[in-house]
């Protein structure tokens, strides 16, 4: 069979400001091509959605968008063990996975339950379903995003094994030591099970890697959002395997926005050397031509010779109309001034409310030391105004993590 693997389509990125049509746009371009491509179903490595609710106007977007598959002739793709609706085989079937941004607490519905039951798509939650063609079958385990302290532990509990007479994917969305060895994670490529084809999401640059009797494979999102220099460097797209053939293509996506990383390095330098440094940069960096308003990244390092904090309006004055600039900033400052700019940082890339809220209670509870129960757990109970079912929730978490 051919399968396409879209991820990180994050859809309503940057919703409400320069960058809002950017996800939609693309994830868009990634399904028609797809389509034309007559690939027999489509997987979704988790993070459909940038926001675990939504708003309407995203919603609207999203349901055009999985409507497109569902508006050809029928590719022939069925369920053979797993007691699911007819109506995600209408066409081209997706199956998806949460991802991160997706992921809600026990007793509330994520986004992508909600497009399982209006009939786009079906859902993987630590699950398994068996699709057949023509005689060839594929099997397909998908395991939502997990916070990566519990990771193997859910890995162990849930103990997925290959299908006999099948073609094997497991499809999961967390970070891999082996691709971020700056981050803390607690999964390893040496951790996956060993089926035919293991697909990752929340990684947002593409990779292919032969494991020998078995492959592994990150599509990377279809849309800039995390902005490391590893995506700067890689073409934004997708993967279309054929099982039959053994073929493994990555197709680039043309209406992607070009991105440009930038890093400068300073050692006890004062703000003028600073400002002009970065203008020069910004300057080298827009000579050329684009497609469309690049985004640049400019990220800072080292030290400077005083503490007064440098005004990012006063490095990138006179430059925005042509790129959308962002400043990371991690020159020596005051720690009160450096919290400030990570506060400013968030606002700039138009956060909801919502998403700014636990990003600020996630730095509160890291800078405490804090280990326990799920922060993004924590939070959406709270904002919930579920008190009761926070207290139980931490009640069963520290009864199981003592017994």
Do not use: C
């Amino acid at each position: 069979m051919k399968i396409a693997f879209i991820s990180d389509t994050h859809l309503g990125y940057g919703w409400g400001g320069p960058l809002a049509d950017d996800s939609i746009r693309q994830a868009r371009e990634a399904f028609l091509k797809a389509i034309e491509m007559k690939v027999d179903f489509i997987v979704h490595p988790g993070d459909v959605f940038d926001e675990r609710i939504p708003k309407p106007e995203v919603w609207a977007e999203a349901l055009r968008l999985f409507s497109l598959t569902s508006m050809i002739e029928d590719t022939g793709v069925k369920p053979v063990s797993k007691e699911v609706s007819p109506l995600p085989f209408r066409g081209i079937p997706v199956l998806a996975i949460h991802g991160n941004h997706e992921r809600r607490s026990e007793g509330y519905t994520n986004p992508v339950e909600a497009l399982e039951a209006s009939g786009h798509l079906v859902y993987l939650n630590d699950s398994g379903v068996t699709l057949e063609k023509d005689g060839d079958r594929v099997y397909v385990f998908g395991m939502g995003y997990t916070p990566e302290s519990h990771v193997l532990e859910r890995l162990k509990e849930l103990g997925p094994k290959k299908q006999d007479n099948a073609y094997n994917i497991f499809v999961l969305h967390q970070n891999i030591k082996e691709f971020l060895p700056e981050d803390i994670s607690f999964l390893s490529l040496n951790d996956l099970p060993e089926f035919d084809l293991v697909v990752n999401g929340h990684i947002h640059w593409n990779e292919f890697r032969d494991m020998g009797s078995w492959k592994f494979m990150m599509p990377g999102s279809t849309v800039t959002t995390q902005l490391k220099k590893q995506e700067a460097s890689r073409k934004k797209g997708f993967y279309v395997v054929d099982t039959d053939k053994g073929k493994f293509d990555f197709v680039e996506l043309e209406s992607s926005r070009p991105f440009v990383f930038k890093e400068l390095s300073f050692s006890d330098a004062d703000i003028t050397d600073v400002v002009s440094e970065v203008r020069d940069a910004l300057e080298n960096v827009l000579s050329k031509e684009y497609t469309m308003k690049p985004i640049v990244k400019l990220k800072l390092t080292g030290s400077m010779k005083t503490k007064k904090n440098v005004d990012k309006n006063s490095l990138v004055r006179g430059f925005s109309d042509d790129a959308i600039i962002v400043v990371d900033n991690q020159l020596e400052t005051e720690s009160l001034k450096r919290r400030i700019e990570e506060l400013r940082d968030l606002q700039t890339k138009r956060l909801s409310a919502e998403t700014l809220g636990l990003s600020i209670l996630k730095g509160e509870l890291s800078r405490l030391g804090y280990n326990g129960m799920d922060p993004e757990a924590i939070f959406e109970y709270l904002i919930n105004g579920d008190i009761d079912k926070l207290l139980e929730a931490m009640v069963k978490y520290h009864s199981k993590s003592t017994s």
